[in-house]
């Protein structure tokens, strides 16, 4: 059984979303970056526009459109800082 992640996604407002996740898939100022458990720990600034995508265990996915901010990776962790967040207007990837 594979570990989860535990994600937060934090607008500058609120917090978007919290929860357990299979994997995120967020698009940097170096390329798409995708997190799974036990990934090596990092920090990287999100691109202007771009889509933060939380696959959750049994196939479902979230996604939401972000601008600007920052993404923190750790072992067992994701938390998303965006400057702004809303839900993307399709779920289809960029």
């Known amino acids: 059984m594979a570990r989860q992640l535990h994600v937060e996604l934090v607008a500058v407002e609120e917090k978007v979303w919290s929860g357990d996740a ?3 898939v967020a698009r940097t100022t170096e390329g ?6 036990g990934h090596t720990p990092l ?3 999100l691109a202007e526009e771009g889509q933060v ?7 479902s996915e979230i996604a939401y459109d972000v601008a600007g901010g920052f993404i923190s990776v750790t ?3 994701v ?3 965006a400057e702004s967040c809303a839900p993307a207007s399709s779920s289809a990837a960029h």
Request: no cysteine; aromatic share 4%; hydrophobic share 35%.
């Open 32 to 37: 798409e970056l995708g997190v799974l458990y």
């Open 53 to 59: 995508r939380i696959k959750q265990s049994g196939g």
């Open 43 to 45: 920090l990287g600034q």
């Open 22 to 24: 299979d994997m995120v």
């Open 79 to 81: 938390t998303v800082l």
């Open 75 to 77: 072992g067992t962790g």
